[in-house]
Each structure stands twice: as structure tokens, then as C-alpha cells.
């Protein structure tokens, strides 16, 4: 991998507007998830989303998905409105979300189904391609209880990948996952962004995973969940997730981040 300083967001167009969103959902009680939202991601661009419990991050990323809908305000995907999911704009989850039924080459040609442009032999073309990507050729054909969580986020990834989003949604993707395998992932991630460029939207719990992905760090403080401060990352890239430099920008964010969580519970 070459290193790579990123260039400033500001500088190339807005992929997604953010624009006034706020989100009340009623169950027992009636909650406020979501208080006056805006934010703009440049094209290309790589912003973390992070926060105490229950901030809003996830419902934040489902409506930029267009999973959910926003009480007030909307989200502009190129300009455009979002009315409701497409193949622009996909998200990853935690849980990786695979069909058991069918192996780690199956579940790949199933995300494909969204390219109906493409023929069948293409879509085999492309599966192979990003399962080698994330290092699987050798599992293609490894039904989901054969493989390790890591191994699944690895399909799940290039199950998001492979119909080729502009624009790539990825709720705590590396969550449950032992620290060694994320690391590895951090390295995988960072290589595909920079070949690619697609503009990820990344939520996380954790500082130092934020810092060591984004351009931008956004810090949601909850109740109800706003941006509290947005911090720039002008590390060069690859980053290392255990560098001292990277560790300086986290402290400075997990102070921050100590500061919503302390304001939450004074409340
Ligand atoms: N479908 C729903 N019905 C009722 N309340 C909801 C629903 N989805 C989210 N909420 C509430 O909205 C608030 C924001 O939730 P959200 O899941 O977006 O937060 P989060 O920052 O992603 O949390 P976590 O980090 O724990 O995943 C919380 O108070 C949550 O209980």
C-alpha cells in the first residue's frame, strides 16, 4: 500500500447532505432519537459516527440508508432526495446478517441480485473477485457455520461490496470481533477505501477504530442524540490502529466522548 495523506473533503462535492433530521419514536415511552441532524459528507470520504449508547448512531445510518424515515428534515443522496433504500447506498451490520442455507460464494451472488444489468457470468466474475478481495478464495465454497466471525464479516463485506455501491453503510461491522482479527480487518478496509474510494459512513463504538478510519470523527451526544463536535483525522494512511500519533487524536476524542457520557447520566 502507498501511504496516503487524505486531501480535504471540502475541497470535492457532497455525496450526502444531512439536512435538519430529527426522529421520534414512540414504543412504551415516546423517545427523541434524533435532534436537528445535519451533516455533509464529501465524495469519497470516510466519517465515523461515534457516541454513548443510544445516541442515535444507528438510526442515523438507517435513514441515510433510506430504512428509516425522518420526522422532520432529509437526507440528499447526489442531490437527490432520499425516499427509501437503493443499490447506491448499502449497509453492513454487525451481525452478518448471511443465509446459512447457502455457502460464502452464494451469499455474495445474492447481493447481486441488485445488478439485473449484469449477466450471470459476470456476477460469477465479480463474486470471485471480491471474495478474493477479502482474502476468501480459498472458502468460496464454505457454508456460514464453517467459518470463523471474522470470516463472516469478510463475505458480509464483500457481499456489500460486490454490487458496487457508491456509498457504503457500515454499523459496528467489526464489533464482535477478537482484537487481533479487527486489526487485520483495519488493514483490509483501509487498503479497499483507498482503492476505491467510496464514501463510507462507519459506526462505532470505539475511539480508537474511528481514528484510525476516518477523515472526520463525528461525536453524538444522546438525549436526544445530536453532534456534539466533529473532529478532522489528518493522519496519512495506511494508519496503524497502535501508532502513538493515533493514540493522541483518540485521547483527545475519548475525552470528549467521557464528557456526552457524563452529561447523560447527570441528566
Ligand atoms: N425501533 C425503535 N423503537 C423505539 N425506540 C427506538 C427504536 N430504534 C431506536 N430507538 C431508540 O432511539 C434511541 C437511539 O437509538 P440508536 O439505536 O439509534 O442508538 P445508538 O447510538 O446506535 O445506540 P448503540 O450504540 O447502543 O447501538 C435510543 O433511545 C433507542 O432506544
Not at 434524533?34 to 455533509?40: F, H, I, N, R
Not at 458496487?164 to 478496509?189: C, H, K, N, S, W
Not at 467510496?198 to 445530536?226: Q, W
Amino acid at each position: 500500500m502507498e501511504p496516503f495523506t487524505p486531501d480535504s473533503s471540502a475541497a470535492r462535492p457532497a455525496k450526502l447532505i444531512v439536512e435538519g433530521v430529527s426522529k421520534w419514536f414512540t414504543s412504551r415511552a415516546v423517545v427523541q432519537a434524533l435532534d436537528d441532524v445535519s451533516l455533509t459528507i464529501a465524495e469519497g470520504e470516510f466519517v465515523c459516527l461515534i457516541g454513548p449508547s443510544g445516541c442515535g448512531k444507528s438510526t442515523l445510518l438507517d435513514i441515510i440508508a433510506g430504512l428509516t424515515k425522518p420526522d422532520t428534515g432529509r437526507v440528499l443522496a447526489d442531490g437527490r432526495t432520499v425516499e427509501g433504500p437503493g443499490r447506491q447506498r448499502l449497509v453492513m451490520f454487525q451481525e452478518s446478517a448471511l443465509f446459512p442455507w447457502l455457502d460464502a460464494f452464494g451469499n455474495v451472488m445474492f447481493g447481486l441480485k441488485l445488478r439485473p444489468d449484469l449477466t450471470n457470468a459476470e456476477r460469477k466474475e465479480i463474486a470471485h473477485h471480491y471474495l478474493k478481495l477479502v482474502g476468501l478464495e480459498k472458502f468460496e465454497h464454505a457454508h456460514v457455520h464453517e467459518l470463523s466471525g471474522g470470516m463472516k464479516q469478510r463475505v458480509a463485506l464483500a457481499r456489500a461490496l460486490a454490487p458496487d455501491p457508491q456509498v457504503l453503510l457500515m454499523d459496528e461491522p467489526f464489533g464482535a470481533l477478537d482484537a487481533m482479527t479487527r486489526d487485520q480487518l483495519y488493514d483490509d478496509i483501509q487498503g479497499i477505501w483507498m482503492e476505491s474510494r467510496k464514501t463510507i459512513v462507519f459506526v462505532t463504538h470505539n475511539v480508537r477504530e474511528a481514528v484510525c478510519l476516518g477523515d472526520r470523527v463525528v461525536l453524538m451526544s444522546p438525549s436526544p442524540g445530536r453532534i456534539q463536535q466533529v473532529f478532522r483525522i489528518p493522519l496519512p494512511r495506511p494508519r496503524d490502529i497502535n501508532s502513538p500519533e493515533l493514540a493522541g487524536h483518540a485521547s483527545r476524542i475519548a475525552a470528549a466522548l467521557k464528557g456526552t457520557r457524563m452529561e447523560a447520566a447527570s441528566e
